[in-house]
Structures are given as C-alpha cells and as structure tokens.
C-alpha cells in the first residue's frame, strides 16, 4: 500500500465580490489530490483537498516540502497499526519534521490541505463517508445525518441597492435557511445600519441574523459598531477585529450582549488556546469558534484543539467550521458540533455542497458517498479529476 504521488495545482476562484476589507478578484485555491495504489471499484483510489477560500494557493511549499517529506518516506511509516490503511496522524507529523515551533501560517494552510486529502482517501478506502469515519474515531461512533447550516452572503458590489441585498437574501430563505450571515464594515456607520435594518425587516419570525466584519475594525469603530447592531439581536458579530488583538476582543466582549464569533484566522492550537484565555469569549454567553481546518493543519490537530477547547468548559455545539464547502460539513456532522456554513454560487465550483444535497429548515442532509464526497459536485470534480488523471 503506497501513496505514489501528491499532486497541486493553482486554480483562480474568478470571483468579483467583496467583504468590509478586500475584493476576491485576484483570490486562487490549491486543489491538492492524493494518489495511491489502492485499488476500489476497479479504479486507484484518490484523495483530494482544497485549501478552502479567502486565502491563497500556497504550492510552492507543498512541493518544496512538505510532498517531497511523503513519498520519500518508507511507505509501511504512512500506514495505520493494521497495515490496511494511511495513518493521518503519522503523515502529519512526518510533514511536521525539522519544522520550527511556531510560524503557523506559513505552513499551517499548506499542511492542512494534503493532510485533509489524505483524509478523504483514508475514508474511501475504508469505504465510509469522512463523517462516519470521524464519528468513529472521535465521538464514539456517535453519528448524525443532518447539519445545521447557515447562509453567508451580503457581499458588496459596484451599485447594489438596499432592495438587491433584501433579494439575495429572499433567495437564500426561501432555498431553505433559517439563519443569514451578511457583511458589515464596507461601508459607513449608518449606510451599513440601514442594510442590517432592511435585512432584518424581512426575516420570517425564527429566522436568525448574524454580522461578519472581516476583522476590519480599530478600537473606535469596533465599539461603536457593537453599540449600534446590539439593538438588532443578532445571532452573533463575526470578527470584529484582528482574532489575536485579545484586548480589543475582550474589550468588545465585555461591551457587546449578543455573542461574538471569529477564529477563521486563526491557524494553530495555540492561538486557539490563546483566545479563549485571554479574548474575552465565552461559552456561557454562546459565543462560537469558527477555525478552517484545512487552514489549520487538517483534521488530527483540529480533533486536538476540540479537545482542548473541551478542557476549557467549550462544547462542541459552539464550534462552527469556517469554509462553506463539503470538507467543513463532513467535519461539522463527524465531531458533531454546532453546524456549518454555505456560501452558494459565489466562489465558483468551490462554493457550495453536493449537487443532490438538500436542505429542509435550516438542516443539510448528508449523503452516503465513501470520503469528503466530492464527486457529487460535477464541476469541482472535473478540476480534481483533471489533476489526478
């Protein structure tokens, strides 16, 4: 059993929107696949990634080291204690040698993506979706067929009116959403109070409303947009800030009712460790934890900061992994926390989940495709395909 070669490749997400800070124009994804000589279904089974959205692709360092780590190795090093499958945890730290302490977004995002591949063809192997393979693993096999997720949406674009975002986000309730995330930052104070206003006027009683500024905010406007959107009662205000400007954080915390979420930023246990001890966040007021795995090592260190975050008093239905996309779900329904979010025709074939996927009051129902189950998503398929042929 070997892994007998890892392929990267850059693909642009060739997308026009923006949040309070940046546009996406010039924004790429590293498509990673992982090919082995196992052999499922009559064809060599493979793994594949991508580095999620809203960072950009980062293959020189795969192939300078951390691939090159992995096929040098003795293939029996890669494989689990039965010998009948790739272990995750060995991989990773075969990357992880002669690598400086510290430094975690260099390599964080890199690592996560090949290790989130190798993944995918561990569960294909096994012939098991990823989330009941991690079920297994990491809950006791405790499994779920549905997720909780939410919308994000609101974007800015050249001459969108109040009646544009009130019509996007018609669309995404009536798809099935029960709660919408838009942007906030992009604009000023009262411009963007009028938006938050129209958005809330046409939510159906249960719907829920949540805020993302995109870490734009210094100390002043920070507060002063927390005083202005408390009145609102949003399900939370996401990023506010800078995720590692812990006073700051605690400052808004301290200042702001309703819960705040951020984390997507963040790239190791550590500053995950960091922020719940000195950002001000709390469990006890819901506020949620929203870190990428594959932008944060992968799956293994993620299991490894859920359970740290769970010796600090933080459960599991407060952690929603940020992305959008079916590495995220399959994560969200396999370790069991709060949900997921969507982001639906926005980012390309990157955005969004399986073609057949259905969504009833708010919940996504998962399907039984063995690993991350990509191949019900013909169009990003097709770019992962390309790459392993």
Known sequence: MRIVDIRECAIPLKSSISNSSFDFSEMTTSVVAVLTDVVRDGEAVAGFAFNS???YACGAAMRARF???ILRADPQSLLDETGQNFDPERILGLMMQREKSGGHSERSIA???IEVAIWDAVAKIAGRPLHRLLAERYTGGKLVTKVFCYVGG?????GQTVQDLQGEMR???DAGYTM?????GGLPLAEDMRRVEA???????????AVDANSKFGRDEALAYAAALAPFELRWLEEPCDPLDFALLAEIAGSYAPPLATGENLFSTQDVENLVRFGGLRPDRNDVIQIDPPQAYGIVQYARTIAMLGRRGWPRDALFPHGGNQMSLAIAAGFGLGGAESYPGVFGAFGGFADDAMLNDGYLTLSDRPGIGFEGQAALYSIMRELAA
């Open 111 to 113: 690592i996560g993506t």
């Open 53 to 55: 959205t809203g960072r």
């Open 171 to 173: 669309r995404h309730l």
């Open 154 to 158: 609101g974007w800015y674009f050249p």
């Open 180 to 184: 919408v995330k838009m942007k906030v």
């Open 67 to 69: 691939i090159p780590r």
């Open 199 to 209: 958005v809330k006027s046409i939510l159906p009683k249960g719907a829920q409303l």
